[in-house]
């Protein structure tokens, strides 16, 4: 049964397993090319109890100008650690019995997902989970979407835009 993330207020639940992400802690961090970027601290609850945790990194963009202006978010799993502990979190999901690929997808959905219900921001905000086919292959997961991989190599496994929300409107 594949895993199917919706999106709540504050985070983003799987009704069938009763797991949910709830935003993650948001750091400050330095990437490994020198760029400030953020790290990401997520947890897995079910029930109120806590299942496990992710942590990575990720950056942020300005993109556009004036009123099209919009905050774009990466959330970085290219890196064999961080999909082979997602594929691992495949055990804590009720009947997950899709390919890992899938589930890594469906899985970054969940990520992102812990987002949308924002009505906080007053410009428009961009959350993407991406990876890499070189970190995939490593991890020994097959991408079952051979289009999906940009010229650069990198696959965008989820992504979610938040409109802003203009106070009194």
């Known amino acids: 049964m594949p895993v199917f993330f919706q999106a709540l207020s ?13 935003r993650p ?16 601290q997520y947890s897995l609850i079910r029930d109120g109890e806590f299942l496990d945790g992710l942590g990575c990194y990720g950056s942020e963009t300005m993109l556009g100008q004036g009123v099209d202006r919009e905050w774009a978010y990466t959330i970085d799993l290219g890196h064999e650690r961080l999909i082979k502990t ?3 979190f495949k ?18 959905w969940g990520l992102v997902l812990a987002y949308a219900g924002r009505t906080d921001n007053d410009e428009g905000m961009k ?35 938040i409109p802003a929300h203009v106070p009194g409107e």
């Open 10 to 22: 504050n985070s983003s639940c799987d009704p069938i397993s009763r797991i949910s992400i709830p």
């Open 25 to 40: 802690r948001v750091l400050p961090a330095d990437l490994e090319d020198g760029r400030p970027g953020r790290e990401y």
């Open 86 to 88: 997602v594929v691992g």
């Open 91 to 108: 055990k804590l999901f009720v009947d997950a019995d899709e390919d890992d690929y899938v589930f890594l997808c469906e899985f970054a």
């Open 127 to 161: 959350y993407a989970a991406t990876t890499t086919a070189e970190a995939l292959a490593n991890a020994g997961v097959l991408i079952s979407d051979q289009k999906a991989i940009a010229a650069d190599g990198v696959l965008i496994l989820a992504e979610v835009s």
